[in-house]
């Protein structure tokens, strides 16, 4: 896996290994050991989620507060998006910050969202399905 740091603390952008050949191509979207191993502690995620959406609807920016507050690793099924995550954490050296990535299908790359940062994202494919693993339940609240 390619690991790429961002200018938000904690913020990864993580692409894996690709095997592919005619047929098409395999590789493993998620291995909890390293994973671990990348972000430098141990990180449950408790639910997975899906999105999609047609060219040019924005979603977010979400945030849920302590003691619900998630963390969350997106990736990009189907499409293309502009991804954009805004540092909330008040004792963070980039707090108010924002950082905004193309992800895109073809390309594998994923973001890993720390707990404490707002998430949302552009479509700008013709559609987007968008894969999200939280750390945390969604609350309304």
Same mark, same amino acid.
């Given at each position: 896996m390619h690991v790429a740091t961002t200018p938000l603390d904690g913020v990864l952008l993580l692409t894996p290994r690709v095997f592919g050949d005619e047929? /098409? =191509?395999?590789l493993e979207a998620w291995n909890q050991r390293s994973f671990d191993e990348v972000v430098g502690e141990r990180v449950t995620f408790v639910q997975d989620n899906r999105s999609r959406s047609a060219r040019g609807v924005l979603r977010g920016l979400h945030y849920q *507060?302590?003691?619900?507050a998630q963390g969350k690793l997106v990736s990009v099924l189907e499409g293309s998006i502009y991804d954009v995550v805004l540092d909330l954490r008040p004792d963070a050296k980039t707090f /108010?910050?924002? =950082?905004g990535v193309e992800l895109r299908a073809e390309d594998h790359t994923m973001i890993?969202?720390?707990p404490g940062l707002a998430h949302g994202f *552009?479509?700008?494919s013709p559609s987007a399905t968008i894969a999200y693993k939280t750390t945390d339940y969604y609350s309304p609240q």
């Open positions: 047929r /098409g =191509y395999f *507060l302590p003691p619900a /108010g910050q924002p =950082y890993w969202v720390p *552009l479509v700008t």
